[in-house]
């Protein structure tokens, strides 16, 4: 099984701040997926990279997938309360059909 | 709007009961995904199917079993429901990805499940 790890596991910040978050694994994936959970709901999809290098943008979240495939960032810009949630990245490996999960970074920003 | 139902939002089970957790899907998706998540363990897949009447194994299987007996369909089995198990449990589903294209999943909205 192939691990990711999530960093950092929690983050409070006040509105307005900038914030990043890791995903990190010693495996090359295929493809990586960020998803945003709100409580008592299932996860959503935000994004998909899938070339070494990309950068994608979706209004003030940027996606970047590493150079090798091994890891990826999500940086915040501007935060609001309305990013509150629990953010997951999920990878799949060569010729896999499943996703591989991180244990997620837990986003609260304050008003 | 195209989505994932599961049939329970929650479900309260007693030990040794056996437990039918139903997912449906209305994307005409290959793939169909058990998982369940637990406070710092996060999402652990424990069945996953790729079409009609198949299916594998995840990382966590044991004390659980699958059917998938139409394409739209996928259920998840406790043969026998232990404390163990309370947790809760999320379906998903996607396309199948022939090439490389990083077809994302589309969950539910979960399944609470509490034995006691």
């Known amino acids: 099984t192939q691990l990711l790890e999530q960093s950092p596991q929690f983050l409070s910040i006040q509105e307005g701040e900038n914030l990043t978050v890791y995903c990190n694994s010693s495996?090359?994936?295929?493809?990586l997926q960020w998803y945003r959970q709100e409580p008592g709901e299932g996860p959503v999809l935000l994004v998909t990279?899938?070339?070494?290098?990309e950068v994608k943008k979706l209004k003030r979240l940027t996606f970047q997938f590493g150079d090798a495939r091994k890891d990826s960032s999500l940086h915040i810009t501007a935060a609001q309360p309305g990013d509150t949630g629990l953010y997951l990245c999920?990878?799949?490996?060569?010729?896999?059909?499943?996703?591989?999960f991180g244990k997620g970074t837990k986003l609260s920003v304050i008003p | 709007d195209v989505k994932v139902t599961q049939s329970s939002r929650y479900l309260v089970k007693r030990t040794g009961e056996k437990v039918f957790l139903e997912c449906v899907q209305d994307?005409?998706?290959?793939?169909m995904f058990w998982y369940r998540q637990d406070p710092g363990l996060g999402l652990r897949l424990i069945y996953f199917?790729?079409?009609?009447?198949?299916?594998e194994k995840g990382d966590i299987p044991e004390g659980y079993s699958v059917s998938r007996e139409k394409k739209e369909r996928f259920s998840l089995i406790l043969e026998s429901a232990s404390t163990n198990q309370t947790s809760m449990y999320l379906c998903?589903?996607?396309?199948?990805?022939?090439?490389?294209?990083?077809?994302?999943?589309?969950f539910g909205s979960g399944t609470r499940l509490t034995v006691v």
């Open positions: 998903a589903s996607s396309l199948r990805d022939r090439g490389r294209l990083g077809y994302g999943y589309t």
């Open positions: 999920g990878g799949t490996g060569a010729g896999s059909y499943q996703l591989t």
């Open positions: 990279v899938v070339t070494g290098g």
């Open positions: 199917s790729y079409d009609v009447k198949m299916k």
């Open positions: 495996s090359v994936f295929s493809s």
């Open positions: 994307m005409d998706h290959e793939n």
